[in-house]
């Protein structure tokens, strides 16, 4: 009998431990993915547009990638067709793409194929296999045959950090639940870390609907329309505010370089620098979750005990910061002038829907860009600025015309269409 290893919840809440990488952000992230759709549904050029964009760096579906390695097992094609799909994507080879055509099966030399190609390719990140059928030993299809038949590429994904996409087949019985289409028992879902199935829009041939779910991703529906042979996301995504809770405690500890004292404590020298509002019974859980990436900017972690009261103990150590020293936060954050009021981004588009039928008023904000091209803070000159109150938190309100908002709306609607079609939209003179 094995002896049984346990953790306490308590080491487990405060062990600092390094962040899940993804291949590609929100969609695939270290582990074992499927990605399935009907035949001739587009599957292959999207796992091919994938590793490319891993290959060289660049976003796939409007989301960054890990720059690194790609290798795809493209069990169902020649090099002939390799290359032709290939000049139908790039123009430029990259030298971070590999291409294999033949492969042994899973749990007959297919694992040990891969780690020896990891270890002549550290920078490896991602691995696609094109398609399941052709690595598969087992003929039996029940939940057990298939849940084990997977569960060493999923070790071999966790013990080396990559990501492996295994490309397979949707049944022809409709379902409403997609996830349920893939092929093959429930032990394939249950096993893998992430499934991603294509389905074939109901108006259009040429446009699918990309379901993506997984443990270490938002449950996410993208609709994907063919332009040439690149998918590309149809939809509007939306801009999510950057995460800058390593910047702010960072940029204090420049200035502080220790810290000794409660979570409330900190919060209120946080709150009392960058005028934002920041919450004690979460900073000891922010703190932890982002202790990896504190450590990568010079700043220590640790808490104890003292006298029934949690302390928060951080240092500061200019050596070991990648930032050089140099303040994170945008700029509008730094040194915040009291006299100048910070406003929520989230909020203030709140704010600018409960007020946007007011007009023949000025708009006194404005709208500045942070160093780092990352967020735009908005902030008001006035010095008597007005507030609404949602949901118990003071919101600044925004004014404006109807001119304004017109213009603001046919601006995005240009924009729009030149992503989508290629047409450059003139601006509206009323004179003409």
């Not at 446009?207 to 529906?221: A, F, P, S």
């Amino acid at each position: 009998m094995n002896k049984l290893i346990t953790k306490s919840c308590e080491e487990i809440m405060t062990t600092l431990y390094k962040p899940i990488g993804f291949a590609v952000d929100g969609l695939l992230a270290q582990g074992l993915y499927i990605l399935a759709g009907s035949p001739k549904a587009g599957k292959s050029w999207l796992a091919l547009q994938l590793c490319l964009a891993v290959a060289k760096g660049e976003k796939l579906l409007e989301r960054e990638t890990a720059s690194g390695t790609a290798l795809y097992f493209c069990l169902e094609d020649g090099y002939e067709r390799i290359q032709k799909r290939l000049y139908e994507l790039t123009d430029e080879p990259s030298d971070n793409l590999y291409f294999s055509i033949l492969a042994d099966s899973i749990g007959c030399g297919l694992e040990e194929q891969i780690t020896k190609f990891k270890s002549v390719h550290e920078d490896l990140h991602l691995v696609v296999i094109d398609t399941l059928q052709m690595v598969r030993s087992e003929t039996d299809s029940t939940y057990g045959s298939d849940y084990a038949e997977l569960l060493p590429l999923k070790a071999l994904a966790q013990q080396l950090g990559i990501c492996i996409v295994l490309v397979h087949h949707l049944r022809k019985a409709a379902d409403k639940d997609p996830f349920n289409m893939v092929s093959g028992s429930t032990g394939l879902n249950g096993c893998v870390d992430g499934l991603l199935v294509l389905i074939k829009a109901k108006r259009s041939a040429n446009q699918v609907v990309l379901h993506c779910t997984g443990r270490d991703i938002e449950d996410t529906e993208l609709l994907l329309t063919r332009q040439g042979a690149r998918w590309t996301v149809t939809d509007e995504s939306e801009d999510k505010p950057p995460d800058l809770f390593s910047f702010a405690i960072h940029d204090l500890m420049l200035e502080k370089l220790t810290f000794k004292g409660s979570a409330t404590e900190l919060c209120s020298l946080l709150t009392e620098k960058f005028s934002q509002e920041f919450f004690p019974n979460m900073m000891k859980k922010d703190l932890t979750l982002h202790g990896y990436e504190l450590q990568s900017y010079g700043v220590k972690f640790s808490h104890k005990r003292s006298n029934g009261q949690r302390l928060i103990m951080l240092e500061y150590n200019r050596d070991s910061d990648t930032s050089d020293g140099r303040n994170l936060m945008p700029e509008p954050l730094q040194n915040a002038d009291p006299a100048v009021t910070v406003v929520d981004s989230e909020s203030s588009q709140t704010a600018d829907t409960i007020d946007s039928a007011s007009v023949g008023l000025n708009n006194t904000c404005e709208k500045l860009a942070d160093p780092v091209g990352q967020l735009a803070v908005p902030f008001r000159k006035a010095a008597d600025p007005e507030y609404v109150l949602i949901g118990g938190k003071k919101v600044e309100v925004k004014r404006y015309t109807l001119n304004e908002l017109l213009n603001q709306s046919a601006a995005r609607l240009r924009e729009k269409i030149f992503k989508e079609r290629g047409v450059l939209v003139p601006e509206f003179d009323p004179a003409l």
